[in-house]
């Protein structure tokens, strides 16, 4: 920074607003790391902060705005900024102050600004806000001793002009609704501001009627008042820069927006970029972690499959040695396990067979006890399925059918419903060899069928 200015942060326990000037005539890296340390020792490390420049590194114009597009208007006033200040429209930056007639538009060089900025955030200083210096004290002034009324209220102003003794030079800023229309830097000679008053008003505009004073010197306030015939009210602040560092603390505690905001100019306010670098090394981080994990996960995928591979050709090797002529059935897995547990079924392996005790097979030794032995009969199957039975045989008439229905009804555990006979004629006796025709005359089929009471009673022995 060539001209003076100053950096206004507020320390992270709170406190007073800390003030820091920014070395001139340094590099942009330099002066950076200077604020950086003093910040860092005032207890503002990581704080926002608001950069105060010179009054004298700003130019300011009023320009015409009501003709202008809606679309992209702002490049539109900067544009027509342009045309009032010597200085092309891609060299500054800029802030305009909506204004009855138009806006007022401040602007300062990018070339000297930028560099600053860039190496302040890069060090962990993020600027939120860059001022004139001049214009937050009077801001301060307005808002907090003359209560003034917000920009959209009805209520007229009391002051329509502050006057104010800065960095050996007088400020004039026009107030309209409290909010400036006009800012202008003179000399300390009293006929500079009171020349340029009267040239205004031959542009229409009329003279300030309620001027507030602030830090003139001595011999200003009287020719101000005489010459223009205004209200003048003294105020002396206690020293320069109190009022600017106070309105900085209201700035970066969100209670107030500045009046002219450089900072848009370069860019929105990057809150993380101090922080960027290392947030970048960590996304990078956590996606190499993912793509190492994603990596791992499809080995593992692929060797299983190899490996499930491997066991389903076995498991076909097997099937085909142990049944060589039977096709290969789609899932050899369940054909092989199914084939096993018949042989445990057959071997009498306790591992599958049910117990002893079990409900399906009281029931057929019930059924079984309950056959008369005095009936000569033939037991060709016997179905148990849950809750119910059938029995099909054959003997010799149909009233030793209705007899074993009987002798199984005994038993409260069994519902038998009526056998259903068929007599039988040129029959087999099963056994693949032919009876007579006088025996097959005497064979009756019948089937019994009935349920079995969950809650009756169940023979434990075998009946006599």
């Known amino acids: 920074m060539n001209r003076p ?27 950076a790391e200077t604020v950086r340390a003093a910040l860092a020792a005032a ?3 990581g704080r926002d902060a608001v950069l105060a420049i010179a009054s004298s590194s700003c130019l300011c114009a009023p320009i015409r705005s009501h003709d202008l597009p809606a679309k992209d208007r702002r490049r539109a006033l900067l544009y027509r900024l342009e045309e009032k200040v010597p200085v092309s429209a891609e060299d500054v930056v800029a802030a305009f102050v909506p204004t009855s007639d138009g806006a007022l538009g401040v602007c300062t060089l990018r070339a000297e600004l930028a560099p600053f900025v860039d190496a302040l955030e890069q060090r962990g200083v993020p600027v939120s806000a860059i001022c004139p210096g001049s214009l937050l004290a009077m801001q301060h002034l307005l808002e907090t001793a003359q209560g003034t009324v917000p920009r959209d ?27 400036p229309r006009g800012w202008c830097v003179f000399s300390d000679d009293a006929k500079e501001l009171l020349l340029h008053l009267k040239l205004e008003s031959f542009n229409g505009r009329p003279f300030p009627r309620h001027v507030l004073a602030v830090s003139l010197p001595s011999g200003i306030s009287a020719p101000l008042s005489e010459g223009l015939g205004a209200a003048v009210t003294d105020s002396r602040p206690s020293a320069a820069g109190n009022d600017a560092a106070a ?3 209201r700035v970066l505690s969100r209670r107030s927006e500045p009046w002219v905001n450089l900072r848009s100019g370069l860019g929105a306010h990057d809150r993380l970029r101090p922080v960027r670098g290392p947030l970048r090394y960590s996304v990078a981080a956590v996606s190499l972690c993912l793509l190492s994990v994603c990596a791992a996960m499809w080995w593992r995928a692929a060797r299983y499959d190899r490996l499930a591979g491997r066991y389903a050709d076995e498991q076909r090797e097997v099937f085909r040695q142990t049944f060589p002529k039977q096709p290969k059935p789609p899932d050899v897995r369940s054909r092989l396990d199914s084939e096993d547990r018949g042989l445990k079924g057959l071997s009498g392996d306790s591992s599958s067979a049910p117990p002893p005790q079990a409900p399906g097979l009281v029931a057929l030794r019930d059924l079984l006890a309950r056959l008369p032995e005095s009936i000569r009969l033939r037991v060709l199957e016997v179905r148990l399925d849950g809750s119910s039975f059938a029995i099909e045989g054959q003997v010799r008439s149909h009233g030793d059918a209705d007899a074993i229905a009987a002798s199984l009804r005994a038993n409260a555990a069994f519902s038998v419903d009526p056998p259903r006979t068929e007599q039988l004629s040129g029959s087999s006796d099963g056994t693949g060899e032919g009876t007579t025709q006088a025996v097959a005359e005497k064979t009756v089929a019948f089937t019994l069928t009935g349920t079995i009471k969950a809650d009756g009673p169940t023979t434990r022995k075998a009946a006599p």
Do not use: H, K
């Open 247 to 249: 309105m900085a603390e």
């Open 43 to 45: 207890g503002c490390g």
């Open 5 to 31: 200015a100053y950096i206004f942060s507020t320390p992270t326990g709170g406190g007073e607003t800390v003030t820091v000037p920014v070395p001139t005539g340094q590099p942009p890296a330099e002066s």
């Open 153 to 179: 209220g009805a209520a007229p102003e009391r002051n329509d002009a502050i006057v104010m003794g800065w960095d050996g030079a007088i400020e004039l800023v026009m107030l309209e609704q409290g909010w």
